[in-house]
């Protein structure tokens, strides 16, 4: 694989770090960067429906990262950061508002302070206390 990564990096190609539920040949979950923009991709852990053919694409991406979860990628993003120009972070567990919660999960995190949300979606998600400032102004 590091022939794979030099090669992406001499041709200027990036990289998309993802997480997903991890089986035998999932991509594992890394902090490489072979470009000037860094890539992390979350798509939530559902392990149940990830593969379920009768399942919908909002049960597939049905997942609320806890805080735990998250914390390794919060340290993979900042070394992804070091390592690059412009880093992003797509959160693709969109099911109910989670890509949103656990976005700004991570922007409170990187930032040490709390940031500000829409109170609906703070009332909603409890899991939200002390991440969120509470307004109606997006961060």
Same mark, same amino acid.
Request: charged content about 20%.
């Given at each position: ?64 990262? &806890? %805080? ?5 990628? !919060? /340290?993979?993003?900042? =070394?992804?950061?070091?390592? $690059? ?28 302070? &709390? %940031? ?5 979606? !703070? /009332?909603?998600?409890? =899991?939200?206390?002390?991440? $969120? ?7």
């Amino acid at each position: 694989m590091p022939e794979i990564l030099d090669l992406l990096g001499e041709l200027g190609v990036g990289l998309c770090n993802i997480d997903q539920p991890l089986f035998k040949r999932s991509v594992k979950p890394g902090a490489e960067a072979t470009s000037a923009i860094g890539y992390i991709r979350l798509h939530g852990r559902n392990y149940k429906t990830w593969f379920d053919e009768k399942a919908n694409v909002r049960e597939r991406y049905d997942y609320l990262y &806890p %805080v735990g979860e998250l914390e390794p990628w !919060v /340290a993979r993003l900042k =070394e992804i950061a070091s390592k $690059t120009e412009d880093t992003y972070v797509m959160n693709n567990n969109h099911n109910l508002g989670k890509a949103t919660v656990n976005a700004l999960q991570i922007a409170s995190i990187m930032r040490g302070a &709390p %940031v500000p949300a829409p109170p609906t979606l !703070v /009332a909603h998600y409890p =899991e939200l206390e002390g991440f $969120t400032a509470g307004s109606d102004t997006p961060p």
